[in-house]
Antibody
Framework: EVQLVESGGGLVQPGRSLRLSCTGSGFMFGDYAMNWVRQAPGKGLEWVGF??????????EYAASVKGRFTISRDDSKSIAYLQMNSLKTEDTAVYYC??????????????????WGKGTTVTVSS | SSELTQDPAVSVALGQTVRITCQGDSLRSYYASWYQQKPGQAPVLVIYGKDNRPSGIPDRFSVSSSGNTASLTITGAQAEDEADYYC??????????FGGGTKLTVL
C-alpha cells in the first residue's frame, strides 16, 4: 500500500524550531517530488513548498510566507522528507501534510498534482 | 504570485448536477488539480489534467477548462460528496497554489 506518514508535530514556543518528518512506503520514494502543505485551524489549504527528486536536481521551492525560515530536505535511502521550521511564528500553527507530486509538460500544457497525502501532523506555536 | 479564486460555498440537491469553478491566470499554463477534503481528514485527489480520475474516484466527477477557468462538475451528486473542494495549480514562479476552497452542501 502506498502510504505517507508525518511525524514530529507538537507544541513549540514562538521563535523556536521544529523538524517534521514524512516517511513514505509502498513506492519508489526517490522517484517523486515531495511537498508540504499546511492548513491553519478553520482555514484552507496553503502550499508550503516542495523538493524535486534527485533526477531533477533535488532543488526546492517555497511559499513566500515561509521562505528563509523553512527548509525541505530528503533522505531517499530512508524514504523520508523533512521540513525544518525555524523562527516559528504563531501564524505557523496548522496541520502539516506531506504529499507526493507529479509534474510534467505535454502538448496540452503543464500538469502538477499531488496524488498521495499523509494524514497530517499538528504544529501549535504558542507561548 | 498568481491566485486561484473559488466561490466559498455551493449547494446542490441530491442527485442533481453541480459545477465548482476555479479562476486564475496560472490556469492558462497549467491544468488544475482538484482535491476533496472532508472534516478531520486529509485531502484526496479527485481529478487532474484534462479529465483524469485516480483509481476509486467515481466517474460522476469530471473537469473542463477554458482560458483562465477550470470547472469541476459532479453529475448526480451524492450525500457523500458533501465536502470542501480545492483547486490547485502552479504559478509562473514555480510555486504551488491552492484556491480558497468551496464548501459543497448536498441538500
Amino acid at each position: 500500500e502506498v502510504q505517507l506518514v508525518e511525524s514530529g508535530g507538537g507544541l513549540v514556543q514562538p521563535g523556536r524550531s521544529l523538524r517534521l518528518s514524512c516517511t513514505g512506503s509502498g513506492f519508489m520514494f526517490g522517484d517523486y517530488a515531495m511537498n508540504w502543505v499546511r492548513q491553519a485551524p478553520g482555514k484552507g489549504l496553503e502550499w508550503v513548498g516542495f523538493i524535486r527528486s534527485k533526477t531533477y536536481g533535488g532543488t526546492t521551492e517555497y511559499a513566500a510566507s515561509v521562505k528563509g525560515r523553512f527548509t525541505i530536505s530528503r533522505d531517499d535511502s530512508k524514504s523520508i522528507a523533512y521540513l525544518q521550521m525555524n523562527s516559528l511564528k504563531t501564524e505557523d500553527t496548522a496541520v502539516y501534510y506531506c504529499s507526493r507530486s507529479i509534474f510534467y509538460y505535454d502538448f496540452w500544457g503543464g500538469h502538477y498534482y499531488m496524488d498521495v497525502w499523509g494524514k497530517g501532523t499538528t504544529v501549535t506555536v504558542s507561548s | 504570485s498568481s491566485e486561484l479564486t473559488q466561490d466559498p460555498a455551493v449547494s446542490v440537491a441530491l442527485g442533481q448536477t453541480v459545477r465548482i469553478t476555479c479562476q486564475g491566470d496560472s490556469l492558462r499554463s497549467y491544468y488544475a488539480s482538484w482535491y476533496q477534503q472532508k472534516p478531520g481528514q486529509a485531502p484526496v485527489l479527485v481529478i487532474y489534467g484534462k479529465d483524469n480520475r485516480p483509481s476509486g474516484i467515481p466517474d460522476r466527477f469530471s473537469v473542463s477548462s477554458s482560458g483562465n477557468t477550470a470547472s469541476l462538475t459532479i453529475t448526480g451528486a451524492q450525500a457523500e460528496d458533501e465536502a470542501d473542494y480545492y483547486c490547485s495549480s502552479r504559478d509562473s514562479s514555480g510555486t504551488g497554489i491552492f484556491g480558497g476552497g468551496t464548501k459543497l452542501t448536498v441538500l
